[in-house]
């Protein structure tokens, strides 16, 4: 069963009404088109019966797109300024929506859901990358996340070895889900538009991700070898073993990090651990 919120005022109308602006310094810009924001929760794949945790959703755009579906949402809102149209919101969703106010950074998203939940956000851009890292590599394993980016951002989460956007940000997607770009979205879009396009990333966990400890090593051993991409593996990778791990990994010494596909950089991390 969907949630009709038919009634609601228009989000521009809402915003106008509470006196809000997009905040810089939260890196916030408001997705205001329920053309898209209903195109983004299809894509997301979610409906009645499942728990949605949505994060930064500032004015409601795409929270009301999510409640739409018939989802359980909770949305993790960091500034209060949100706090009185997210409730209005709220009361007028039957239930479907629960608004947490905190930092989405350390929130335990675990005890928010309870069970199971997918993730389904317009991230603000300042913590975009911090949040993907933590949501995929941390103790709560999402369901799914369909997550909106700056383009830049989009296209080093789906990087292929060899291109320029390669680096350790595709590693660690890659290796612990299957990432794929859904849909890019210009900047006229958002209010106010940003200085750059952005994309929607669908990312679902892959069955044979790492163990923690196997993780653990791979960040250690993406973040030396591209910290210094434009050396050789055996300079990059010296304070972990160098050329003799490159060795014992089956790789070149003489390799630069961005040559080096996914499977590479999981034999790095296995050679670490002995």
């Given at each position: ?90 009361a007028a969703s039957d239930g479907a929506l629960s608004l947490v106010l905190g930092d ?87 209010t106010p538009p940003p200085k750059v396009a952005s994309a929607v990333v669908r990312l ?71």
């Amino acid at each position: 069963m969907t949630t009709d919120l038919s009634n609601l005022p228009p989000l521009r109308d809402s915003l106008a009404a509470h006196g809000l602006m997009a905040k810089k310094s939260f890196g916030q810009h408001f997705l205001l088109d329920l053309n898209i924001t209903r195109k983004i929760a299809r894509l997301a794949e979610v409906g009645p019966g499942h728990t949605v945790i949505e994060v930064g959703p500032g004015p409601g755009g795409l929270t009301r797109a999510l409640v739409e579906t018939g989802a359980r949402v909770l949305a993790v809102e960091k500034d209060p300024r949100f706090e009185p149209l997210l409730t209005e919101l709220a009361a007028a969703s039957d239930g479907a929506l629960s608004l947490v106010l905190g930092d989405a950074l350390v929130a335990d998203e675990a005890a928010l859901a309870g069970g199971p939940a997918a993730i389904v956000s317009n991230l603000p851009y300042n913590v975009g990358t911090p949040l993907l890292i933590k949501w995929l590599t941390g103790p709560f394993t999402p369901v799914s996340l369909t997550l909106m980016f700056q383009k830049e951002v989009a296209d080093r989460i789906v990087a292929a070895p060899g291109a320029s956007a390669y680096g350790r940000l595709a590693v660690i997607a890659q290796v612990t889900s299957e990432a794929r770009m859904v849909m890019e979205v210009p900047a006229r879009a958002f209010t106010p538009p940003p200085k750059v396009a952005s994309a929607v990333v669908r990312l679902v966990p892959r069955a044979d991700r790492p163990e923690p400890a196997l993780l653990d090593a791979l960040q250690k051993v993406t973040a030396a070898a591209f910290g210094q991409r434009r050396k050789m593996l055996r300079s990059s990778l010296k304070t972990l073993g160098g050329a003799a791990l490159c060795e014992a990994a089956g790789l070149s010494p003489d390799a630069r990090a961005e040559t080096i596909p996914i499977e590479g950089f999981l034999a790095l991390a296995r050679a670490t651990l002995g």
